[in-house]
């Protein structure tokens, strides 16, 4: 018997926009690609606002997808280098008028140690406020597992999701960091398709989530489908994988626009 | 026509400190593979490099035909590394495998000439695992190989993770004696790697255990290459770098 096509969920997209080579798209043009993808759902973080006024960017992100919010849960971003009262505050505003559901932070592009004194009150915040926060993950100086899970430990409230399970040379020290902390949970995009076996071997499934980068580059959202396939989990691993874990974290539609 | 594929990127898994070829030839069996260029992992890649070269020179016998071996030597043994590896080439080995992440050096450090050198002089290609921050960077690479222009080196998983996008190009363009292999990293960086060194500097690999290769040909099923690009990245470049004779 031919098992169905499987629900996917895809818990690491961005909204294209002019950095990185990206041609900047509109919430229909992205959602028509992803769903040619098989995608039903996606959260959806900004890429420009990484990199300079995350309020301006966030705005635009809101905006982007703000008809098509049953299908994208957008997530906002902001500067942990800008002043801690006013971060606080966009990250309320962000929740509370464009109704964005996560927080991404990027220690690498956003040039933030894990150590900054403003990190671990705006993870608390977004544990208030209801917000999964996903890092980048996996690159040095910034943005190594375990620097993450040492700013996750002093949030145990917060959900913290490492972007790239540690990338290919830092996966082991993410299987560790979910491993040990409640709240760090593991989304499989970027190391490779052996990694991503012993990945989902090591760690408790409830605890995977399947990003694409999608939005990034050409052909990654396929690419990261085809690898988790490859990875020869059971179906009903995959399925906990690509859409039950997402679907619990962050229903798709609860605060639909 | 059906290509008979080579395979330049296999490191055998170390069970009970031995080499074991079993599980990628389980892993391979669907894929038209003909023929695998393998390198040691592990413990045998970092400290016992004579065992290493020993085992996989018994390996080659066993499959002759089927597996290229490359040899290892850590550059931290000094004299006796020089040694070790001229006793692997005279064995067959077919070039030298280096992970400096493994191995303990910066991949442009001067510690690695006296093994490029012996490389120069039988003429034996350099695989280097790249994609490692600080030790193991494409532009390290590049350095390396303008310093040998004759040694050919292998730009190992193409600087993945996060090198691939932004150096593996521009580095591999530094030096020409650079061939990109092509495993882990994604579809796109593949294709751009085709368009802007050429195929002739292209190598497919499955990058096992790391990837797999299931994986790996569903990114170059997805490429569409031309036959004639695909049949001098799937095995002509390898053939001709590898020196094979199938």
């Known amino acids: 018997m031919e098992t169905p096509p499987m629900k996917i969920i895809d818990a690491h997209t961005h909204f294209p926009g002019y950095t990185f080579g990206c041609t900047p798209k509109s919430g229909q043009q992205l959602r028509r690609e992803f769903e040619k993808e098989g995608i039903a759902g996606a959260w959806i973080m900004t890429t420009d606002g990484l990199l300079n006024n995350p309020a301006r960017h966030n705005d635009l992100l809101a905006e982007g997808v703000r008809a098509q919010r049953d299908f994208f849960i957008p997530f906002c971003t902001v500067s942990p280098h800008d002043n801690l009262d006013d971060s606080l505050r966009e990250m309320e505003r962000c929740a509370r008028e464009l109704k964005m559901r996560g927080l991404k932070l990027h220690p690498w592009l956003q040039a933030f140690s894990m150590t900054h004194p403003n990190v671990v009150p705006i993870l608390r915040k977004a544990g208030e406020l209801e917000m999964p926060v996903l890092f980048h993950d996996g690159t040095p100086p910034y943005s190594a597992p375990l620097q993450i899970a040492y700013a996750a430990e002093q949030v145990p409230q917060t959900t913290i999701i490492l972007g790239h399970s540690g990338l290919d040379d830092l996966w082991e020290e993410a299987v560790i960091a979910c491993q040990r902390h409640p709240n760090i949970y593991l989304c499989l995009q970027g190391p490779s398709a052996g990694y991503i076996r012993e990945i989902i071997r090591r760690c408790p499934i409830e605890k995977l989530l399947f990003g694409s980068d999608g939005g990034f580059m050409p052909d990654i959202t396929r690419t990261a489908i085809v690898k988790l396939q490859c990875s020869g989990a059971a179906h009903r691993v995959l399925n906990r994988i690509f859409f039950e874990n997402p679907r619990r974290l962050l229903p798709l539609g609860r605060h639909g626009g | ?246």
């Not at chain 2, 065992?51 to 004299?79: C, D, F, H």
Request: overall charge positive.
């Open chain 2, 1 to 246: 026509m059906k290509i008979e594929i080579i395979d330049s990127a296999v490191c055998l898994p170390v069970v009970k400190h031995k080499l074991c070829l079993e599980p990628w030839r389980r892993e391979t069996k669907q894929w038209n593979i003909a023929h695998a260029i393998v390198a040691p992992s592990d413990g045998l890649v970092a400290v016992d490099n004579t065992e290493a070269n020993n085992q996989m020179a018994r390996l080659m016998k066993t499959w002759r035909g089927k597996i290229s071996g490359l040899a290892v030597a850590n550059p931290w043994y000094g004299k006796r590394a020089v040694k070790i590896l001229r006793k692997a080439f005279d064995d067959g080995l077919a070039g030298l495998y280096i992970h400096p992440a493994c191995q303990g050096f910066k991949l442009c450090a001067s510690i690695i000439n006296p093994l490029i050198e012996v490389c120069r002089e039988y003429d034996r290609p350099v695989y280097s695992h790249t994609g490692t921050p600080v030790c193991a960077m494409p532009f390290q690479l590049a350095e390396l190989a303008r310093r040998f222009p004759s040694v050919t080196f292998v730009m190992g998983h193409a600087g993945y993770s996060d090198f691939s996008g932004y150096d593996m190009i521009p580095a591999a363009k530094q030096a020409p004696n650079i061939m990109i292999e092509t495993s882990c990293t994604v579809g796109s960086l593949v294709q751009a790697a085709i368009n802007e060194i050429g195929p002739e500097r292209v190598l497919f690999g499955s990058g096992y255990p790391r990837s797999l290769p299931g994986y790996e040909f569903a990114k170059f099923k997805s490429l569409k290459l031309d036959p004639s690009v695909s049949a001098l990245v799937m095995r002509e470049n390898a053939v001709r770098l590898w020196k094979l004779r199938l």
